[in-house]
């Protein structure tokens, strides 16, 4: 099973909508591990590692998150995996 770690930023309506709820509950449902988080500029990041065919699944719906969220664009940048990270977190900044 290969690993992957991703750094993910999104851009749009995506504060206020749930986005980090809905994204921690996705990932959870993948089993990943990572965090999410609302940032200053009024996007979210999102850190996920785990088998990459799942976290490319996440990758996948960051680009459209929850129902009430209006996503713009997202950046998604490959890191190095790392299985420093336990669970899947939001955090608050």
Do not use: C
């Not at 990943?32 to 990758?59: F, K, M, P, Q």
């Not at 998150?65 to 990270?85: F, I, M, N, T, Y």
Request: charged content about 30%.
């Amino acid at each position: 099973m290969a690993t992957k770690r991703i750094r993910a930023v999104v851009h749009g309506r995506v504060q206020g909508v749930f986005f980090r709820a809905h994204t921690q509950e996705e990932a959870r449902r993948l089993g990943l591990a990572g965090w999410v988080r609302n940032r200053a500029d009024g996007s979210v990041e999102a850190v996920a590692e785990g088998e990459a065919a799942r976290v490319e699944e996440l990758a996948t719906w960051l680009h459209q998150g929850p129902p009430a969220a209006r996503v713009s664009h997202v950046e998604v940048s490959s890191e190095e995996p790392q299985s420093d990270l336990r669970g899947f977190e939001v955090r608050y900044r």
